[in-house]
T-cell receptor, first 116, second 111 residues
Framework: GAVVSQHPSRVICKSGTSVKIECRSL??????MFWYRQFPKKSLMLMAT?????????EQGVEKDKFLINHASLTLSTLTVTSAHPEDSSFYIC????????????FGPGTRLTVT | KNEVEQSPQNLTAQEGEFITINCSYS?????LHWLQQHPGGGIVSLFM???GKKKHGRLIATINIQEKHSSLHITASHPRDSAVYIC?????????????FGKGTKLSVKP
Protein backbone atom coordinates (compact mmCIF):
# COMPACT_ATOMS: atom_id res chain seq x y z
CA GLY A 1 0.00 0.00 0.00
CA ALA A 2 0.89 3.65 -0.23
CA VAL A 3 2.62 5.59 2.54
CA VAL A 4 0.72 8.72 3.52
CA SER A 5 1.99 11.24 6.03
CA GLN A 6 0.38 14.22 7.70
CA HIS A 7 2.03 17.17 9.32
CA PRO A 8 1.70 18.21 12.01
CA SER A 9 0.36 15.25 13.95
CA ARG A 10 -0.89 17.59 16.67
CA VAL A 11 -1.41 21.32 16.71
CA ILE A 12 -2.78 23.77 19.23
CA CYS A 13 -3.75 27.23 18.04
CA LYS A 14 -5.59 30.24 19.37
CA SER A 15 -9.05 31.31 18.25
CA GLY A 16 -8.96 33.51 15.22
CA THR A 17 -5.71 32.18 13.82
CA SER A 18 -5.32 29.95 10.78
CA VAL A 19 -3.63 26.59 10.73
CA LYS A 20 -2.39 24.57 7.79
CA ILE A 21 -2.32 20.78 7.71
CA GLU A 22 -0.26 18.97 5.09
CA CYS A 23 -0.98 15.58 3.58
CA ARG A 24 1.80 13.94 1.62
CA SER A 25 1.72 10.81 -0.49
CA LEU A 26 5.26 9.51 -0.22
CA UNK A 27 5.31 6.78 -2.84
CA UNK A 28 2.07 7.13 -4.72
CA UNK A 29 0.83 9.48 -7.42
CA UNK A 30 -2.28 10.75 -5.69
CA UNK A 31 -4.52 12.18 -8.36
CA UNK A 32 -7.28 12.37 -5.78
CA MET A 33 -7.08 13.25 -2.11
CA PHE A 34 -9.85 13.20 0.44
CA TRP A 35 -10.17 15.09 3.72
CA TYR A 36 -12.16 13.64 6.60
CA ARG A 37 -13.04 14.94 10.01
CA GLN A 38 -13.69 12.92 13.14
CA PHE A 39 -15.46 14.30 16.17
CA PRO A 40 -14.83 12.60 19.53
CA LYS A 41 -16.38 9.13 19.64
CA LYS A 42 -17.90 9.59 16.20
CA SER A 43 -17.27 8.09 12.80
CA LEU A 44 -15.16 9.81 10.18
CA MET A 45 -17.04 12.15 7.87
CA LEU A 46 -15.92 13.20 4.41
CA MET A 47 -15.33 16.93 4.17
CA ALA A 48 -14.06 17.35 0.63
CA THR A 49 -12.53 15.67 -2.37
CA UNK A 50 -9.69 17.27 -4.29
CA UNK A 51 -8.26 16.35 -7.64
CA UNK A 52 -4.77 17.46 -8.52
CA UNK A 53 -4.84 20.84 -10.21
CA UNK A 54 -8.57 21.37 -9.71
CA UNK A 55 -10.77 23.03 -7.14
CA UNK A 56 -11.94 20.82 -4.32
CA UNK A 57 -15.49 19.51 -4.12
CA UNK A 58 -16.98 20.06 -0.69
CA GLU A 59 -19.63 17.95 1.00
CA GLN A 60 -22.87 19.55 2.07
CA GLY A 61 -22.51 21.58 5.21
CA VAL A 62 -18.75 22.10 4.90
CA GLU A 63 -17.78 25.77 4.48
CA LYS A 64 -15.32 26.06 1.62
CA ASP A 65 -14.15 29.49 2.73
CA LYS A 66 -13.33 28.17 6.17
CA PHE A 67 -11.63 24.96 5.12
CA LEU A 68 -9.34 25.87 2.24
CA ILE A 69 -7.97 22.92 0.30
CA ASN A 70 -5.10 23.07 -2.13
CA HIS A 71 -3.94 20.07 -4.14
CA ALA A 72 -1.17 21.52 -6.22
CA SER A 73 0.80 18.36 -6.91
CA LEU A 74 0.40 14.61 -7.07
CA THR A 75 2.08 14.24 -3.70
CA LEU A 76 0.79 17.12 -1.61
CA SER A 77 -2.55 18.46 -0.48
CA THR A 78 -3.08 21.05 2.23
CA LEU A 79 -6.07 21.86 4.39
CA THR A 80 -6.10 25.32 5.96
CA VAL A 81 -8.54 25.99 8.74
CA THR A 82 -9.08 29.74 8.63
CA SER A 83 -10.08 31.90 11.58
CA ALA A 84 -10.14 28.82 13.77
CA HIS A 85 -12.75 28.49 16.46
CA PRO A 86 -12.90 26.03 19.37
CA GLU A 87 -15.69 24.21 17.50
CA ASP A 88 -13.12 23.36 14.81
CA SER A 89 -11.18 21.26 17.30
CA SER A 90 -11.23 17.82 15.81
CA PHE A 91 -9.19 15.05 14.26
CA TYR A 92 -8.52 15.63 10.55
CA ILE A 93 -7.54 12.73 8.32
CA CYS A 94 -6.54 12.69 4.68
CA UNK A 95 -6.53 9.78 2.29
CA UNK A 96 -5.17 9.33 -1.20
CA UNK A 97 -6.21 7.52 -4.34
CA UNK A 98 -5.12 7.37 -7.94
CA UNK A 99 -2.12 6.28 -9.91
CA UNK A 100 -2.37 2.91 -11.58
CA UNK A 101 -4.56 1.62 -8.75
CA UNK A 102 -7.51 3.99 -8.95
CA UNK A 103 -9.82 1.90 -6.79
CA UNK A 104 -7.44 1.73 -3.84
CA UNK A 105 -7.45 4.31 -1.10
CA UNK A 106 -4.88 4.85 1.62
CA PHE A 107 -5.30 6.84 4.81
CA GLY A 108 -2.96 9.21 6.55
CA PRO A 109 -2.35 9.01 10.30
CA GLY A 110 -4.40 12.10 11.08
CA THR A 111 -3.85 15.51 12.68
CA ARG A 112 -5.38 16.47 16.00
CA LEU A 113 -6.31 20.15 16.07
CA THR A 114 -7.11 21.90 19.33
CA VAL A 115 -8.30 25.49 19.20
CA THR A 116 -8.11 27.36 22.49
CA LYS B 1 -30.54 1.27 11.16
CA ASN B 2 -26.98 2.11 10.17
CA GLU B 3 -25.89 0.95 6.75
CA VAL B 4 -22.67 -0.45 8.29
CA GLU B 5 -22.85 -2.35 11.53
CA GLN B 6 -19.90 -3.71 13.44
CA SER B 7 -19.88 -6.28 16.20
CA PRO B 8 -18.92 -6.46 18.90
CA GLN B 9 -18.69 -2.81 19.97
CA ASN B 10 -16.14 -3.68 22.62
CA LEU B 11 -13.95 -6.72 22.92
CA THR B 12 -11.51 -7.75 25.63
CA ALA B 13 -9.17 -10.66 25.00
CA GLN B 14 -6.20 -12.34 26.62
CA GLU B 15 -2.88 -12.24 24.86
CA GLY B 16 -2.59 -15.08 22.40
CA GLU B 17 -6.30 -15.44 21.71
CA PHE B 18 -7.79 -15.58 18.22
CA ILE B 19 -9.99 -12.55 17.61
CA THR B 20 -12.80 -11.98 15.14
CA ILE B 21 -14.45 -8.64 14.42
CA ASN B 22 -17.49 -8.57 12.19
CA CYS B 23 -18.87 -6.02 9.75
CA SER B 24 -22.27 -6.27 8.09
CA TYR B 25 -23.61 -3.82 5.57
CA SER B 26 -26.95 -3.33 3.89
CA UNK B 27 -25.97 -1.63 0.63
CA UNK B 28 -24.30 -2.76 -2.55
CA UNK B 29 -20.62 -2.01 -2.33
CA UNK B 30 -17.65 -1.78 -4.62
CA UNK B 31 -15.03 -1.92 -1.86
CA LEU B 32 -14.64 -2.44 1.87
CA HIS B 33 -11.85 -1.08 4.06
CA TRP B 34 -10.59 -2.19 7.42
CA LEU B 35 -8.81 0.54 9.39
CA GLN B 36 -7.02 0.53 12.72
CA GLN B 37 -7.14 3.61 14.93
CA HIS B 38 -4.72 3.78 17.83
CA PRO B 39 -5.54 5.44 21.17
CA GLY B 40 -3.68 8.58 20.08
CA GLY B 41 -5.94 8.80 17.04
CA GLY B 42 -3.58 7.72 14.28
CA ILE B 43 -5.20 5.68 11.53
CA VAL B 44 -3.61 2.79 9.68
CA SER B 45 -5.09 1.25 6.54
CA LEU B 46 -5.16 -2.50 7.10
CA PHE B 47 -7.00 -3.89 4.10
CA MET B 48 -9.09 -2.93 1.13
CA UNK B 49 -11.26 -5.77 -0.18
CA UNK B 50 -13.68 -6.24 -3.00
CA UNK B 51 -13.83 -10.04 -2.83
CA GLY B 52 -12.30 -13.07 -1.22
CA LYS B 53 -9.63 -12.94 1.42
CA LYS B 54 -6.44 -11.06 2.20
CA LYS B 55 -3.72 -11.82 4.72
CA HIS B 56 -1.01 -9.62 6.16
CA GLY B 57 1.05 -11.01 8.98
CA ARG B 58 -1.30 -12.02 11.80
CA LEU B 59 -4.24 -10.23 10.22
CA ILE B 60 -6.74 -11.85 7.89
CA ALA B 61 -9.71 -10.13 6.27
CA THR B 62 -12.49 -11.92 4.45
CA ILE B 63 -15.53 -10.70 2.62
CA ASN B 64 -18.68 -12.45 1.44
CA ILE B 65 -20.37 -10.21 -1.09
CA GLN B 66 -23.54 -12.31 -1.29
CA GLU B 67 -24.03 -12.21 2.46
CA LYS B 68 -22.90 -8.57 2.74
CA HIS B 69 -20.48 -9.46 5.49
CA SER B 70 -16.80 -9.08 6.24
CA SER B 71 -14.65 -10.33 9.08
CA LEU B 72 -11.30 -9.24 10.42
CA HIS B 73 -9.34 -11.91 12.23
CA ILE B 74 -6.28 -11.45 14.42
CA THR B 75 -4.28 -14.55 15.24
CA ALA B 76 -2.05 -14.79 18.34
CA SER B 77 -3.29 -11.43 19.63
CA HIS B 78 -0.91 -9.13 21.45
CA PRO B 79 -1.43 -6.08 23.69
CA ARG B 80 -0.11 -3.87 20.91
CA ASP B 81 -3.16 -4.91 18.85
CA SER B 82 -5.30 -2.88 21.28
CA ALA B 83 -7.01 -0.26 19.15
CA VAL B 84 -10.30 0.63 17.53
CA TYR B 85 -10.96 -1.30 14.33
CA ILE B 86 -13.16 0.43 11.79
CA CYS B 87 -14.97 -1.03 8.81
CA UNK B 88 -15.84 1.33 5.95
CA UNK B 89 -17.61 0.64 2.66
CA UNK B 90 -17.85 2.40 -0.65
CA UNK B 91 -21.31 2.14 -2.16
CA UNK B 92 -21.71 1.02 -5.74
CA UNK B 93 -21.93 4.17 -7.83
CA UNK B 94 -20.72 6.26 -4.93
CA UNK B 95 -17.79 8.62 -5.18
CA UNK B 96 -14.55 7.05 -4.15
CA UNK B 97 -14.02 8.99 -0.97
CA UNK B 98 -17.58 8.98 0.22
CA UNK B 99 -17.22 5.99 2.47
CA UNK B 100 -19.76 4.85 5.00
CA PHE B 101 -17.95 4.13 8.25
CA GLY B 102 -18.93 1.74 10.98
CA LYS B 103 -18.78 2.94 14.55
CA GLY B 104 -15.74 0.82 15.27
CA THR B 105 -14.88 -2.06 17.54
CA LYS B 106 -12.71 -1.26 20.51
CA LEU B 107 -10.29 -4.10 21.17
CA SER B 108 -8.32 -4.45 24.36
CA VAL B 109 -5.80 -7.26 24.61
CA LYS B 110 -4.61 -8.01 28.14
CA PRO B 111 -1.15 -9.43 28.81
Amino acid sequence: GAVVSQHPSRVICKSGTSVKIECRSLDFQATTMFWYRQFPKKSLMLMATSNEGSKATYEQGVEKDKFLINHASLTLSTLTVTSAHPEDSSFYICSVAGGNRPYEQYFGPGTRLTVT
Amino acid sequence: KNEVEQSPQNLTAQEGEFITINCSYSVGISALHWLQQHPGGGIVSLFMLSSGKKKHGRLIATINIQEKHSSLHITASHPRDSAVYICAVRKVGGSQGNLIFGKGTKLSVKP
